[in-house]
């Protein structure tokens, strides 16, 4: 009986040992490690976060219009670029406003997007689209400054 008491006394005091390593290992690099800050502040940003949180609202609702069309299926391009497009905006929008490392990054992408769903919507003669490039051109303009 004794033996197993010290068995199980000796297995707790190890696995004590490494969790407490595991944790001073864990702290300590926590504790070294800095994120750096994003280059512009968020109040730089407010106007291209506005931009692309609007972007994605006309996008979503052009893709939404273009599904209605009679012919819908000649739209495909422009919905599958509004999709797109929306979903780059509200990525862009999220990350800036965390103060992404990445932020200047992924603005890059997302303004040469804006500007293919904007060419893509400039094709057709509708209102929704109309608005949809107007903002796509916009955010993609401010995208690149960023």
């Known amino acids: 009986m004794n033996s197993k008491k010290i068995i199980l006394s000796s297995i707790f005091i190890a696995a004590f040992a ?8 864990d702290d300590s690099y926590y504790s070294t490690t800095s994120v750096a800050p994003a280059t512009a502040t968020f109040d730089q940003m407010k106007a291209c976060i506005d931009a692309c949180n609007n972007c994605a609202a ?12 009679k012919d819908s299926g000649a739209m495909a391009r ?3 670029l509004n999709m797109e497009c929306a979903s780059i905006c509200k990525a862009s929008s999220q ?20 500007k293919k769903c904007g060419d893509e919507c400039s094709k057709h003669n509708m209102d929704h689209c109309k608005k949809c ?14």
């Open 18 to 25: 490494c969790f407490s390593f595991i944790s001073y290992v």
């Open 58 to 69: 006309l996008c979503n609702n052009c893709s939404s219009m273009c599904l209605k069309e």
């Open 78 to 80: 422009c919905i599958q």
């Open 95 to 114: 990350l800036m406003s965390l103060g992404s490392e990445q932020s200047k990054e992924i603005c890059k992408i997302c303004a040469d997007i804006c």
């Open 133 to 146: 490039a107007e903002a796509c051109y916009s955010t993609a303009e401010l995208c690149k400054k960023m």
